[in-house]
């Protein structure tokens, strides 16, 4: 093959130095998974998991995500509002400094957030970078603060625009069309991971509309991971009431819910710190354990293994809805998105948390144990 003279010459020229924000706009994939319909809408949950955050902090109790009509996508809440104050070594407002700078946030020590799901402090600031525009308004202190961005970078200064009688945060942000194939946003999409979240912490209200087709939705559950189970299990007949459990145990939260129906489909779903690890991890792994276990050892208990010697994992969990939920704080997720928790010290812990509760359970409620058993059994 001919030799590219352009190729021959590689020296320190050709090393190029991306500044954060141009890093992210030349390999968006990397951050948000990709450039399709699902990273798109992985912009939105970034900035919702802010709002998130600070509910599970205890500062937020309502959050509205609105699609408008010229594509755009507003997320508010009313939690304590993003510091505006100048920042010690950039010399900029903070909010400036979150939203331009990658790895710039307040969740790396847990003195603001006792867990969070945003751990890589580059969340808003990747959406920034892949709008169009992007506008925050901040109600901090009695004042209504406004900046604006393009593709990332500061296009106003921060600037007091009127009073607040409360506080929280707005952000609006319109996609860069250079960069999606499509920016038309799903309202069964978004509606599905709202919903989700409400599920996850309850009492939280989440109100979600969609301005070009008129449809609104109102999330709001108080029986949190229950409400969860028997809304996954609406069509089915179940076999028992929702059974639920949830512990604190050196630090890490841990609850979950689960029902079991005449059909035999296995729906289990995980999270950690709100989010949703579709490829599960570390604590739905000790959730399974356990559940086996719990079972076949009350089974061996009460001699109702007749001729086997126990009952494997898979049979265990046909026609089994489960939630589990963790709250961790230091989790360790394999990749920028979020999809597998990795926390060795988790499964342990999840194990012995759904172990006990169920095996209490089992003692207290004989009938229910021996509707699952013979179901698992046959």
Not at 272 to 286: F, P, R, V
Request: charged content about 25%.
């Amino acid at each position: 093959m001919a030799k590219n003279n352009n190729q021959d010459k590689y020296d320190a020229t050709n090393i190029q130095v991306l500044g954060g924000i141009e890093a992210v706009r030349k390999r968006p994939a990397m951050y948000i998974g990709d450039t399709s319909a699902r990273g798109l809408h992985h912009l939105v949950y970034e900035v919702v998991d802010n709002s998130i955050d600070e509910a599970t902090a205890g500062f937020c109790t309502t959050v509205k995500v609105i699609v408008n009509s010229d594509g755009s996508v507003s997320v508010e809440d009313n939690g304590r509002g993003i510091p505006v104050d100048i920042h010690k070594t950039k010399k900029k407002p903070a909010v400036e400094v979150v939203l331009t700078t990658l790895h710039a946030g307040g969740k790396f020590d847990h003195r603001v957030y006792k867990v969070s799901g945003g751990l890589h402090g580059v969340g808003v600031s990747v959406v920034n970078a892949l709008s169009d525009w992007l506008e925050v308004e901040v109600r901090r202190n009695g004042k209504i603060h406004h900046q604006r961005y393009e593709h990332g970078h500061p296009k106003t200064k921060l600037k007091v625009i009127g009073r607040a009688k409360n506080t929280g945060t707005k952000i609006t942000f319109k996609p860069d069309k250079t960069i999606f194939k499509k920016t038309e946003f799903s309202f069964d999409t978004l509606s599905h991971r709202l919903r989700e979240l409400a599920f996850l912490n309850k009492n939280l209200e989440i109100i979600f509309y969609d301005e070009d087709t008129d449809k609104k939705v109102n999330f709001k559950f108080k029986g949190g991971l229950i409400s969860f189970v028997e809304y996954l299990n609406r069509n089915k007949h179940p076999l028992h009431k929702t059974i639920s459990f949830s512990r604190e145990k050196e630090g890490i939260f841990i609850e979950g819910a689960f029902q079991y129906s005449d059909g035999y489909k296995e729906n289990i779903f995980s999270f950690a710190n709100n989010i949703n690890t579709i490829e599960g991890g570390t604590h739905l792994t000790g959730f399974k354990t356990a559940l086996t276990r719990a079972l076949n050892q009350y089974a061996k208990n009460k001699n109702l293994l007749k001729n086997i010697n126990g009952i494997s994992g898979d049979d265990v969990r046909e026609g089994l809805c489960a939630v589990v939920s963790v709250k961790v704080p230091n989790p360790q997720f394999e990749g920028q998105t979020k999809t597998k928790l990795g926390n060795s010290e988790v499964e342990g812990l999840t194990s012995s948390v759904v172990f006990e509760a169920l095996s209490s359970f089992f003692e207290e409620h004989p009938s229910v144990a021996n509707k699952i058993i013979d179901k698992a059994v046959l």
